[in-house]
């Protein structure tokens, strides 16, 4: 099973910007997918979530309204839209896929927000 996340990058504050984790090596079916992320000296937190049917989403209070995940079953990516991005989102996410009772993980991926 693996994960990877691609779409790490700059950009200014109040922009957008878009990550995708490409899965691979199992169907996922009945999987959670997910993002989370690690600001700098911060434990790892959770973004948002969705399961792979795309219903039931679910986002932490600072991603509500600005991000935006999705899954692309045909391609086989869970993808994070994030808009109106301030200088605190500058992190490294992760993806993560949740089954009953395994989880895996991408590597990360940097973003970082410049005011």
């Known amino acids: 099973v693996q994960l990877q996340a691609f779409g790490g990058g700059s950009v200014q504050a109040g922009g957008s910007h878009g990550l995708s984790c490409a899965y691979s090596?199992?169907?996922?079916?009945?999987?959670?997918l997910g993002w989370f992320r690690r600001v700098l000296g911060k434990e790892r937190e959770f973004v948002a979530a969705?399961?792979?049917?795309?219903?039931?989403?679910y986002y932490a209070n600072f991603a509500k309204g600005r991000f935006t995940i999705s899954p692309d079953n045909y391609k086989n990516t869970v993808n994070l839209q994030m808009d109106s991005l301030k200088p605190e989102d500058t992190a490294v996410y992760y993806c993560n896929a949740q089954g009953d009772s395994v989880e895996y993980w991408g590597q990360g991926t940097e973003v970082t927000v410049s005011s």
């Open positions: 969705i399961n792979w049917r795309g219903e039931g989403t």
């Open positions: 090596g199992d169907t996922f079916r009945g999987y959670a």
